[in-house]
């Protein structure tokens, strides 16, 4: 098993700056919709929570880039835990181009932290990371070679 989650993308028009590589506010983007499908294929139950009263708030994101992206690359978004508090979530991202020969150029690497939280929007607190999530995230694991 892969030590990562992967969403696969293809870079649209609409990503692209007037220069014609991809906008960097995309690769923000990019890791929210990894974030999104790893809770929807791998912890629905988190989703469900998500509609009751749990709260995913994003504390801290950055992206460092290494190489440009542009119109029609074909990249993957790795997405992997970097680490696991008792109420927050640190992600690790890699954008990686990926070619039609199978050759994987790192362009970009990111990270976000969440706090769940609970409660009210006026009265939100913090709370314990779900264990659906916990069991979900534990596979995907960095082991320092990240």
Known sequence: ???????????????????GNVYYV???RWQGRCRELFL???????LADLQADLKLFTLR?????????ALFDELSIRMR???????????GFDYVRLDAI?????????????????GPNT?????RVPDPLVRALTPFTARGDA
């Open 1 to 19: 098993m892969s030590r990562y989650f992967e969403y696969r993308h293809v870079v649209g028009f609409e990503e692209t700056n007037l220069v």
């Open 26 to 28: 995309n690769y923000l």
């Open 40 to 46: 929807r294929e791998r912890a629905p139950q988190v």
């Open 61 to 69: 994101v950055d992206c460092e880039f290494f190489a440009e992206l």
């Open 81 to 91: 835990l970097v680490d696991l508090a008792q109420t927050q979530v640190e992600f």
């Open 102 to 118: 199978g050759a994987e150029t790192l362009v970009a690497r990111g990270m976000q932290r969440v706090a769940c939280m609970r």
């Open 123 to 127: 009265r939100t607190v913090p709370t």
